[in-house]
């Protein structure tokens, strides 16, 4: 009975040992926007690992935002020639944020990615929303944000 003491210790402890590795970091970010306007939070491609196409990425808001909303969006974009797949045409999924009009101050948003590799990812992005600017005469911008 004494044996199987040592024994289980040695198990827990490596049980101990191995959890760090599997577990989940959150990544913390910053963000500005201009109160009302749309700011892109995280773009992120349907690439698998090998750079084939996989199923579209999932965003899901685990803390919504208290003063303004999250947008989602999908269109297709060229990967940076610094991406680990360069220059490739791809479905990408992304989240924005848009403040309530008027208001000026800190807003957060967390949010989990799933790739198409199916890993997950938490974002936590802290926002800090500022007034929006004044439009000009000859200002023909669009007020959405493209991808």
Request: proline share 6%; glycine share 8%; with cysteine.
């Amino acid at each position: 009975m004494t044996a199987v003491r040592p024994l289980v210790a040695l198990v827990a402890g490596s049980l101990l040992a191995v959890a760090p590795a599997l577990a989940q970091t959150t990544i913390t970010k910053s963000e500005t926007a201009a109160s009302g306007k749309s700011v892109r939070l995280a773009i992120v491609p349907n690439l698998k690992k090998d750079c084939s196409a996989g199923p579209m990425p999932e965003f899901r808001i685990t803390v919504a935002p208290k003063n303004g909303a999250t947008i989602n969006k999908v269109g297709k974009q060229k990967t940076p020639a610094t991406y680990r797949c360069p220059n490739k045409e791809v479905a990408v999924q992304g989240l924005f944020y848009q403040s309530k009009d008027g208001f000026t101050g800190s807003d957060e948003v967390t949010f989990e990615i799933k790739t198409s590799d199916g890993q997950v990812q938490t974002q936590n992005i802290k926002i800090t929303v500022g007034a929006a600017p004044a439009k000009k005469d000859g200002d023909a911008k669009k007020d959405s944000t493209d991808l």
